[in-house]
């Protein structure tokens, strides 16, 4: 999968973090993260709650 960092002034939209099932504030830095093979499934996290996965959801993206 690949990781990219949304620039503030490219976040125009609210998106629900799936870590941590909290809002991501619009204009806020965050991640989204892309499935190279299903690139539909793109989801936006907290920058912190990517780097915190493993200890949050074992085993889900790895
Ligand atoms: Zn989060």
């Given at each position: 999968?690949?990781?990219?960092?949304?620039?503030?002034?490219?976040?125009?939209?609210?998106?629900?973090?799936?870590?941590?099932?909290q809002?991501?504030?619009?204009?806020?830095?965050?991640?989204?993260?892309?499935?190279?093979?299903?690139?539909?499934?793109?989801?936006?996290?907290?920058?912190?709650c990517?780097?915190?996965?493993?200890?949050?959801?074992?085993?889900?993206?790895?």
């Amino acid at each position: 999968m690949e990781v990219r960092r949304v620039q503030p002034y490219r976040a125009l939209k609210t998106y629900l973090c799936p870590g941590c099932n909290q809002d991501i504030q619009p204009r806020a830095m965050h991640l989204v993260v892309v499935p190279l093979d299903t690139p539909d499934l793109r989801r936006h996290w907290h920058e912190a709650c990517w780097q915190h996965r493993d200890r949050r959801r074992p085993g889900r993206l790895r």
